[in-house]
């Protein structure tokens, strides 16, 4: 049931509303047709669906009592005390927002007695749920800064949490509150903070209705732009729910159509930035005041003035429980200009919505992400099983963000945009399972500048050095590789359709004779035998954030710059030269590459990736 009207009296958030004005008859027509794009879109699940997610849950809760009962029994406990240690499963994200999709995952944790550890989690739970002959793309990252391991239980995807609270056993009725807190680890807090997260923002909008609505139209948006994932230093989704929130406090009595609309309005103008480079000071954006807590805790709050590190946050976004923290810490500078660049798109596209000069479709039109971009760093990772390849790729996944700063900071560059989801390569049946993930360049054109080179193999080698670091990494099943390709090198299925200035004149030149380099594909090396950045195109990844468009085949563009670099001088492509020009990177080949990836064994498979 929706909230009453909000008064003049009434106070949301930390400042008073900017408007109170109710919704006009043409507002309200304005948010059917919202309404009406949403279900186009498929964001509402039918009951049949629900009714599954709730039993999968249902099914999950048992299976997390299986495992404490287990664990408990390894530890020495007898029968009856393993049975009644207990476990609980919540929800939190979208799911316990009450903003999922048809076919979205659900966020849960799983709390546990103090006597279960997160090695037990990544141990027996995982043993557990390979057990499961309806679990699917099971994958692991106990790397994460949020551990988690993510899989599919009978067609439902699941992100799984571990939290260990200091109790001896988990009651049935358990609600998480401050005083669980006390006793546990800064990981588990982390985990906490999600279902707490989302109950507290529910208690602090005056509408839930409406903002349910907001968000779901926030959250298309975003993702049609390429703009929604927290792991690639973009926004996730609590940082979106807390935006979203923060405007329905700014604007209580409005209606969905006027909150999307004013949403952009909002953060077009909100200080937000780098004081490294001399821009303001950026203001946090808070639902309610930060707290301490009540219990003495101890635990850390996000708080500039204390801990000079966050002064640089760029777009701060704060959680409203304790411990209050910034969900945006991970966001590069590059992006946060893509951000300010779809927020002012969003602005002007809404606005003429408002005076009936455009539809709301046009809001929700996909970013042309391939298109937009002339060069391109694609970072491949490669792995021997299926399995490997899941993990590994979810870590480099959970590290990317590190290149694109690495990249913002190379001369000439204004830094990388992430594409947000890894596309398929090889599938294994070559005995190697791989994915891309795809940055596009921003180069930052001078015509006084002479050399148009930009140099990025340190950046490329620096981020494969730290990515195996990984305590799980595999030096003779897992590889990493990270190359240059050009937009007119990309695999058919990836090229943009749109044909900007030139963008014809490339394509049908692509088979004029002097390509011959280009089409050969970079092996091994006659003496070391070491694998060859040869830059195929494709990419594969996670679960249900997979793309479905298959990248096989070699590209082009890095084996001509494995050509030019081996003769001793950087890639400069003819139709290219005006724009960038890009160093052969390590090794020769065009990129760089870690050590070799054998096959599994097979008749072609020749002891090694070719």
């Known amino acids: 049931m929706e909230q009453n009207v909000a008064n003049q009296d009434q106070r949301y958030g930390i400042s008073k509303p900017i408007s109170l004005n109710p919704p006009t008859p043409s ?13 186009r879109h498929n964001l509402y699940e039918s009951e049949e669906e629900a009714a599954k997610r709730v039993s999968v849950l249902g099914r999950l809760n048992s299976l997390a009592r299986e ?14 005390m393993a049975e009644q240690a207990g476990a609980k499963i919540f929800t939190f994200g979208s799911y316990r927002l009450g903003v999922h999709a048809s076919g979205a995952d659900i966020d849960t944790l799983l709390v546990v007695p103090e006597h279960i550890y997160r090695s037990d989690f990544f141990d027996l739970m995982e043993n557990i749920l390979r057990e499961q002959p309806d679990v699917r793309d099971l994958e692991p990252v106990p790397s994460a800064y949020v551990p988690i391991i993510k899989f599919e239980l009978d067609g439902i995807p699941i992100d799984l949490l571990f939290a260990r609270l200091a109790m001896s056993t988990i009651p049935e009725d358990l609600q998480i509150e401050e005083r669980h807190l006390k006793g546990i680890d800064e990981p588990t807090v982390r985990s906490l903070n999600g279902t707490r997260v989302a109950s507290a923002i529910l208690s602090l909008v005056p509408n839930v209705a409406n903002f349910r609505t907001t968000l779901r139209c926030v959250k298309l948006w975003a993702k049609k732009r390429g703009i929604y994932s927290n792991a690639l230093g973009f926004l996730g ?16 009595n409005a209606c969905p159509a006027t909150l999307l609309a004013r949403f952009f309005r909002v953060y077009v103008h909100w200080k937000s930035g780098d004081v490294t480079r001399n821009e303001s000071q950026p203001v946090p954006v808070l639902l309610c005041p930060i707290t301490e807590g009540t219990l003495n805790l101890g635990l850390k709050v996000w708080n500039p003035k204390k801990f000079p590190r966050e002064r640089y946050d760029l777009m701060p976004v704060i959680t409203p429980c304790y411990p209050c923290m910034n969900s945006t810490f991970n966001m590069t500078y590059s992006n946060l200009k893509i951000l300010k660049r779809e927020f002012a798109r969003g602005l002007e596209i809404a606005t003429r919505v408002e005076e009936r000069e455009a539809e709301w479709d046009e809001l929700f039109e996909a970013q042309d992400f391939f298109g937009t971009y002339r060069n391109f760093v694609v970072v491949r990772p490669l792995a021997v099983s299926e399995d490997e390849h899941r993990r ?12 694109i700063k690495k990249l913002e900071v190379v001369p000439h560059l204004g830094g990388a945009h992430p594409y947000p989801k890894p596309v398929p390569a090889e599938d294994g049946s070559n005995g190697i399972w791989s994915s891309n993930f795809y940055l596009g360049l921003i180069v930052e054109k001078d015509p006084t500048r002479g050399d148009n080179t930009v140099l990025l193999s340190g950046a490329a080698s620096e981020f494969a050095e730290m990515l195996k ?13 990270i190359q240059h390709q050009l937009a007119t090198d990309l695999p058919p299925q990836l090229r943009s359709r749109k044909r900007g200035p030139g963008r014809a004149k490339r394509e049908r030149e692509e088979d004029r004779p002097a390509a011959a380099a280009k089409q050969q594909r970079v092996g091994p090396g006659p003496a070391t035998g070491e694998t060859a950045a040869n ?12 793309e479905e468009v298959s990248g096989g085949g070699a590209p082009n563009g890095a084996s001509s710059a494995a050509a030019a670099a081996s003769a001793g001088a950087p890639f400069v492509d003819p139709d290219e030269a005006d724009d960038l020009a890009l160093d052969g990177g390590g090794g020769g080949a065009g990129g760089y590459r870690t050590e070799t990836v054998p096959r599994q064994p097979s008749a072609a498979a020749g002891g090694q990736v070719k």
């Open 392 to 403: 590994w790729e979810g870590t480099v996944e959970s590290k990317l963000r590190h290149l």
């Open 469 to 481: 670091q990984w305590n799980q990494f595999e030096r003779e099943s897992m590889a990493i590789e």
């Open 67 to 80: 495992f404490v009962k287990r664990a408990s029994l390894a530890k020495g406990w007898d029968a009856a």
């Open 535 to 546: 830059g195929k195109g494709g990419g594969g990844g996670g679960r249900a954030k997979r």
């Open 27 to 39: 507002e309200q027509q304005l948010s059917a047709m919202l309404e009406q794009l949403l279900h």
């Open 237 to 252: 989704g609590v940082a979106w729910a807390l935006l979203t929130a923060r405007v329905c406090q700014l604007y209580p």
